[in-house]
């Protein structure tokens, strides 16, 4: 068992979460219970999350995309009174973790991207205010368009759209979990053999085309889902907690 308030100043400190100008509050959105026995840990926040962490009995959630963002309404009506109706009848804490899980060097979206495709990572990537979001990444050897859609095919599943304008040989890889098709340019200009991100905009064809570099879009919940499953794992491990990730699949 683990104190909520403990746990909170934990993630908010590995996090950094004050160290970005995010358009989202980072940490607790939701208030529950003080005691935690079992964290889940999801994408996004949305029903059939809470629903099936309510069936595990969990008292904390932990998304990538919480409930709040800076724009949104300020009336609580809906949609989202009756997410908030769930949760506080379990008594169930909602924490959520935007861009600083998206940076962090370890636990982060790309981070954990670059390390599940054995890219080694080089230097900065994506700059959002002045701070990266990601790093480079390259690989030893050079490897074919096909040997990286395997690779692709195995780490996110589904079928990642492709735009096969690059180089014969591929070693050098931009990556930025999400929605970042704008970064292609970064990319062009860091010398990237492939840009991969989460979705796509309709100019990036053109993009690839005309500049001569692969665009591949895996999926914006795809390329999420990591993060957070690494700091559920660094939770239960740090509080001697149950962990469980729940995957609700997102075709986007």
């Known amino acids: 068992m683990a ?3 403990e746990i909170e100043t934990h ?9 970005i100008d995010d358009y989202c509050p980072n940490g607790v959105q939701v208030r529950g219970g003080h005691n935690i026995t079992r964290v889940v840990s999801g994408v ?7 629903e099936a962490a ?16 800076n724009k949104d309404p300020r009336v609580v009506e809906g949609m989202l009174k009756h997410r908030l ?3 506080l009848e379990h008594d169930i804490t909602l924490m959520g973790f935007h861009l600083p899980l998206d940076m962090h060097p370890e636990l982060g979206n790309n981070a954990q991207i670059l390390n599940r495709l054995q890219l080694i990572a080089g230097e900065p990537f994506g700059v959002y205010k002045g701070s990266a979001l990601s790093k480079m990444g390259h690989w030893e050897q050079s490897l074919s368009l096909d040997q990286v859609q ?32 704008e970064l292609i340019h970064e990319a062009v200009t860091a010398g990237a053999d492939l840009f991969l991100t989460g979705e796509a905009s309709e100019p990036v064809y053109h993009v690839a085309r005309e500049m001569g570099i692969h665009f591949v879009a895996a999926g914006h919940h795809r390329t999420e889902m990591f993060g957070v499953q690494a700091v559920g794992e660094r939770l239960a491990q740090t509080f001697s907690l149950e962990h469980t990730f729940i995957d609700i699949p997102n075709p986007i």
């Open 11 to 19: 993630l908010r400190n590995i996090l950094q979460c004050d160290r």
């Open 54 to 69: 309510v069936a595990v009995n969990a008292q904390l959630i932990i998304t990538h995309h919480g409930l709040f963002w």
């Open 44 to 50: 996004t926040a949305c029903m059939a999350l809470f």
């Open 3 to 5: 104190n909520l308030t």
């Open 150 to 181: 395997q690779k692709l095919q195995k780490l996110f599943g589904g079928e990642p759209l492709v735009l096969p304008y690059g180089p014969p040989n591929i070693r050098k890889v931009a990556v930025c979990s999400g929605g970042a098709p």
């Open 85 to 87: 109706k769930l949760l």
